[in-house]
């Protein structure tokens, strides 16, 4: 069982996109009043008392879409000076980030995954919703400002999807052979589009795999991270893709993170709510943070047993809320 000490932290559980794997069109998505989102005070102090006393030094911000939260910059700022910070991230889907890209770099974050399903405007327009002007430039030009600006590793997740955006996969393989970007393909999963997942299914990552090692060869490969993802390169390339496989390849027995919600819920798990803590209501409530502190590390001796149950019951099925609502 690995170390525990990976949180990934919900910044807002409120998208300004509506993809087709997270929100489905017409969904009745009830989001939080921002007066329910932990405040950046109230983030630093769980972090400096609570969190990096039980061990936690590696950070990801994520959403919803973490660049809508108003004051966006000044977390990185502050999460990136804590002398306990090893490791801090951020993912996005970019739509905002041509203009943001040399402000969270000079306010310390290093590291950024983005979403990219499709190198299509048509397809990738159709996969994350809107209406009226494409998406796919703006996302694009996001892209090259994180890139101009040196995030490394700049990481690009496509999660893919039968008979949508799977017909790419070499298409997508092939930004990794001159730049030094990782793609990361994520096997499609029931969460907040059960009906789409129904009929479409999903592609086994060593599907994938094989296409891309007839077509160029592969080997193994590596990218600094704390994710879960199974890491190949090109032969000859300057970036590596990677496999995301909770379908097929379970690794609920390597898993090392926590999530911490907008609201201030910290879950041991993406899929099991099991032991959930409400941090928010307890420091509003006056509740001191070494209680707090105890209540997270019952909770993280707990998460063996609930890594194992995950693992033995495997991490299929249909599940009621969205991606953006659990945090990505």
């Not at 995030?151 to 496509?158: G, M």
Request: hydrophobic letters at 40%.
């Amino acid at each position: 069982m690995p170390a525990i000490d990976y949180l990934r932290i919900s910044l807002v559980d409120r998208c300004n996109f509506q993809c087709q794997y997270c929100m489905p069109e017409g969904a009745d998505l009830q989001y939080l009043p921002q007066g329910e989102w932990l405040t950046r005070t109230e983030l630093g102090q769980l972090l400096q008392e609570v969190f990096m006393p039980l061990g936690f030094a590696n950070f990801r911000l994520t959403g919803g879409e973490p660049l809508v939260r108003p004051g966006i910059v000044d977390i990185v700022r502050d999460i990136a000076e804590l002398p306990g910070t090893r490791d801090l991230a951020l993912t996005t889907n970019a739509f905002l980030l041509a203009g943001m890209a040399q402000d969270l770099w000079d306010a310390g974050l290093r590291r950024i995954n983005i979403s990219l399903d499709s190198l299509d405007p048509v397809i990738f327009d159709r996969i994350v919703g809107g209406r009226g002007r494409s998406r796919w430039p703006q996302v694009w030009a996001g892209i090259q400002a994180a890139h101009r600006v040196g995030f490394s590793p700049l990481k690009l997740n496509v999660v893919v999807i039968p008979g949508v955006n799977d017909h790419e996969v070499l298409d997508l393989a092939a930004l990794t052979l001159d730049r030094q970007w990782h793609v990361r393909f994520i096997e499609f999963m029931p969460i907040g589009n059960d009906s789409l997942f129904a009929e479409t299914g999903w592609v086994d990552s060593e599907i994938l795999r094989d296409r891309i090692r007839q077509r160029w060869g592969l080997s193994e490969g590596a990218v600094r991270g704390n994710g879960p993802a199974d890491v190949f390169q090109i032969p000859g390339a300057k970036g590596t893709v990677g496999f995301i496989s909770q379908m097929s390849e379970c690794f609920c027995d390597r898993c090392n993170r926590m999530r911490l919600s907008a609201d201030g819920w910290l879950r041991p798990c993406l899929l099991n709510e099991t032991g959930q803590i409400d941090l928010k209501t307890g420091l509003r409530q006056g509740v001191p943070t070494r209680e707090l502190k105890r209540q997270v590390a019952d909770l993280l001796a707990a998460k063996p047993d609930i890594n194992y149950k995950m693992r033995q019951s495997g991490t299929t099925g249909a599940y009621g809320r969205t991606m953006s609502q659990i945090g990505g």
